[in-house]
Protein backbone atom coordinates (compact mmCIF):
# COMPACT_ATOMS: atom_id res chain seq x y z
CA UNK A 1 0.00 0.00 0.00
CA UNK A 2 1.28 3.45 -0.94
CA UNK A 3 2.41 5.73 1.94
CA UNK A 4 2.55 9.42 2.60
CA UNK A 5 5.45 10.47 3.71
CA UNK A 6 5.23 14.39 4.97
CA UNK A 7 8.15 16.24 4.63
CA UNK A 8 6.74 19.10 7.06
CA UNK A 9 6.13 17.54 10.46
CA UNK A 10 2.68 17.70 11.30
CA UNK A 11 3.32 18.33 14.78
CA UNK A 12 4.51 21.40 12.91
CA UNK A 13 1.19 21.52 10.96
CA UNK A 14 -0.84 21.19 13.97
CA UNK A 15 0.28 24.97 15.32
CA UNK A 16 -1.30 26.76 12.32
CA UNK A 17 -4.85 25.03 12.69
CA UNK A 18 -7.81 26.88 13.56
CA UNK A 19 -10.86 26.06 16.17
CA UNK A 20 -12.10 23.06 13.92
CA UNK A 21 -8.44 21.68 13.69
CA UNK A 22 -7.80 22.46 9.72
CA UNK A 23 -5.41 24.64 8.07
CA UNK A 24 -6.57 27.04 6.19
CA UNK A 25 -4.71 28.62 3.18
CA UNK A 26 -4.51 32.11 2.80
CA UNK A 27 -3.08 34.86 0.60
CA UNK A 28 -1.68 37.56 2.54
CA UNK A 29 -0.98 39.92 0.49
CA UNK A 30 -4.93 40.16 -0.47
CA UNK A 31 -6.10 38.77 2.49
CA UNK A 32 -8.04 36.30 0.57
CA UNK A 33 -8.52 32.45 1.59
CA UNK A 34 -7.85 30.54 -1.62
CA UNK A 35 -9.15 26.81 -0.92
CA UNK A 36 -10.98 24.73 1.88
CA UNK A 37 -10.08 24.25 4.92
CA UNK A 38 -7.22 20.81 5.40
CA UNK A 39 -6.43 18.54 8.09
CA UNK A 40 -2.37 18.88 8.92
CA UNK A 41 -2.17 14.55 7.75
CA UNK A 42 -3.73 15.51 4.02
CA UNK A 43 -0.76 18.00 2.87
CA UNK A 44 3.05 18.54 2.65
CA UNK A 45 3.34 15.04 2.16
CA UNK A 46 4.68 12.51 -0.91
CA UNK A 47 3.29 9.30 -1.69
CA UNK A 48 6.11 6.74 -1.31
CA UNK A 49 8.68 9.83 -0.59
CA UNK A 50 10.66 8.10 1.84
CA UNK A 51 11.16 5.13 -0.50
CA UNK A 52 14.70 5.19 -1.67
CA UNK A 53 14.83 2.39 -4.63
CA UNK A 54 19.55 2.53 -4.30
CA UNK A 55 18.59 0.49 -1.39
CA UNK A 56 18.39 -3.29 -1.29
CA UNK A 57 15.45 -2.23 1.45
CA UNK A 58 13.44 0.51 -0.47
CA UNK A 59 11.82 1.47 2.79
CA UNK A 60 14.88 1.23 5.18
CA UNK A 61 14.45 4.81 6.24
CA UNK A 62 11.37 3.38 8.15
CA UNK A 63 13.30 1.94 10.64
CA UNK A 64 15.59 4.58 11.28
CA UNK A 65 13.03 7.49 11.47
CA UNK A 66 11.41 6.98 14.19
CA UNK A 67 14.20 7.57 16.51
CA UNK A 68 14.01 11.22 15.42
CA UNK A 69 10.36 11.74 14.39
CA UNK A 70 8.64 10.56 17.40
CA UNK A 71 10.65 12.77 20.24
CA UNK A 72 10.02 15.52 17.65
CA UNK A 73 6.98 17.47 19.92
CA UNK A 74 9.01 17.09 23.21
CA UNK A 75 11.97 18.34 21.88
CA UNK A 76 9.88 21.38 20.89
CA UNK A 77 9.08 21.99 24.11
CA UNK A 78 12.77 21.36 25.66
CA UNK A 79 14.16 23.65 22.14
CA UNK A 80 11.22 26.38 23.79
CA UNK A 81 12.46 25.94 27.27
CA UNK A 82 15.99 26.00 26.45
CA UNK A 83 16.88 22.92 27.96
CA UNK A 84 19.00 21.14 25.97
CA UNK A 85 20.75 17.69 26.50
CA UNK A 86 23.33 15.98 24.21
CA UNK A 87 20.31 13.72 23.56
CA UNK A 88 17.80 16.06 22.59
CA UNK A 89 20.86 18.09 20.32
CA UNK A 90 21.02 14.43 18.65
CA UNK A 91 17.52 13.93 18.22
CA UNK A 92 16.93 17.64 16.68
CA UNK A 93 19.72 17.72 14.57
CA UNK A 94 18.84 13.46 12.74
CA UNK A 95 15.12 15.41 12.25
CA UNK A 96 16.43 18.27 10.38
CA UNK A 97 19.15 16.68 8.72
CA UNK A 98 16.61 13.97 7.15
CA UNK A 99 14.14 16.72 6.10
CA UNK A 100 17.24 18.93 4.37
CA UNK A 101 18.01 16.14 2.20
CA UNK A 102 14.20 14.30 1.73
CA UNK A 103 12.04 17.35 0.85
CA UNK A 104 11.08 17.62 -2.79
CA UNK A 105 13.20 20.87 -3.28
CA UNK A 106 16.34 19.40 -1.47
CA UNK A 107 15.85 15.71 -4.19
CA UNK A 108 15.64 18.09 -6.77
CA UNK A 109 18.54 20.52 -5.80
CA UNK A 110 20.76 17.16 -5.18
CA UNK A 111 19.97 15.77 -8.25
CA UNK A 112 20.91 18.79 -10.20
CA UNK A 113 24.23 18.95 -7.75
CA UNK A 114 25.39 15.10 -8.67
CA UNK A 115 24.42 15.45 -12.42
CA UNK A 116 26.90 18.77 -12.53
CA UNK A 117 29.61 16.03 -11.41
CA UNK A 118 28.80 12.74 -12.61
CA UNK A 119 28.09 14.11 -16.30
CA UNK A 120 31.50 15.11 -17.38
CA UNK A 121 32.88 11.71 -15.79
CA UNK A 122 29.99 9.86 -17.51
CA UNK A 123 30.76 12.02 -21.03
CA UNK A 124 34.78 11.45 -20.56
CA UNK A 125 33.93 7.17 -19.64
CA UNK A 126 31.99 7.61 -22.94
CA UNK A 127 34.27 9.14 -25.07
CA UNK A 128 37.08 6.51 -24.10
CA UNK A 129 35.30 3.72 -24.64
CA UNK A 130 34.03 4.88 -28.99
CA UNK A 131 35.28 4.84 -32.32
CA UNK A 132 37.25 7.33 -34.27
CA UNK A 133 34.20 8.72 -36.22
CA UNK A 134 31.80 8.12 -33.25
CA UNK A 135 34.34 10.25 -30.80
CA UNK A 136 33.99 13.23 -33.59
CA UNK A 137 30.21 13.14 -33.48
CA UNK A 138 29.55 13.09 -29.79
CA UNK A 139 31.95 15.64 -29.53
CA UNK A 140 29.80 17.98 -32.24
CA UNK A 141 27.28 17.65 -30.15
CA UNK A 142 28.36 18.35 -27.22
CA UNK A 143 30.25 21.56 -29.08
CA UNK A 144 26.00 22.14 -30.34
CA UNK A 145 24.97 21.63 -26.85
CA UNK A 146 27.64 24.31 -25.23
CA UNK A 147 26.78 26.91 -27.58
CA UNK A 148 22.97 26.41 -27.33
CA UNK A 149 23.66 27.04 -23.73
CA UNK A 150 26.10 30.39 -24.12
CA UNK A 151 23.77 31.37 -26.68
CA UNK A 152 20.82 31.50 -23.76
CA UNK A 153 23.13 32.99 -21.58
CA UNK A 154 23.79 36.12 -23.81
CA UNK A 155 20.12 36.38 -24.68
CA UNK A 156 19.45 36.84 -21.01
CA UNK A 157 21.90 39.49 -20.80
CA UNK A 158 20.68 41.29 -23.94
CA UNK A 159 17.25 41.45 -22.74
CA UNK A 160 18.61 42.93 -19.88
CA UNK A 161 20.12 45.97 -21.66
CA UNK A 162 17.17 47.72 -22.84
CA UNK A 163 16.58 48.65 -18.48
CA UNK A 164 20.44 49.33 -18.46
CA UNK A 165 20.85 51.88 -21.21
CA UNK A 166 17.24 53.11 -21.78
CA UNK A 167 18.98 55.29 -25.10
CA UNK A 168 19.87 51.98 -26.50
CA UNK A 169 15.91 50.99 -26.33
CA UNK A 170 15.45 50.75 -29.82
CA UNK A 171 18.52 48.77 -30.40
CA UNK A 172 16.34 45.67 -28.79
CA UNK A 173 15.33 44.05 -31.78
CA UNK A 174 18.51 44.06 -33.19
CA UNK A 175 19.06 41.81 -30.14
CA UNK A 176 15.98 39.77 -30.00
CA UNK A 177 16.96 38.35 -33.51
CA UNK A 178 19.43 36.15 -31.80
CA UNK A 179 16.70 34.16 -29.83
Same mark, same amino acid.
Not at 35 to 62: A, H, Q, V, W
Not at 145 to 165: D, V
Given at each position: MARKDHYVS?? %??RLFVGPKGDLVPYYKNTRAIVGKPKKPKSIC??? /??DTNKYFEDTRLLDKFLPAFENPWKNNLVK? /?????????? %? /????????? @????????????QSIAGVVEPVAYKVMLSTLEKADYLILQRHLRLKNAATYSRQIN???????????????? @??? %?????
Amino acid at each position: MARKDHYVSQT %YLRLFVGPKGDLVPYYKNTRAIVGKPKKPKSICFET /EGDTNKYFEDTRLLDKFLPAFENPWKNNLVKL /EKGVLDANTK %Y /ELAGYIAFL @RSCTPTAKRFGQQSIAGVVEPVAYKVMLSTLEKADYLILQRHLRLKNAATYSRQINSHLTQLPSLFPHMATA @RTG %YTMLR
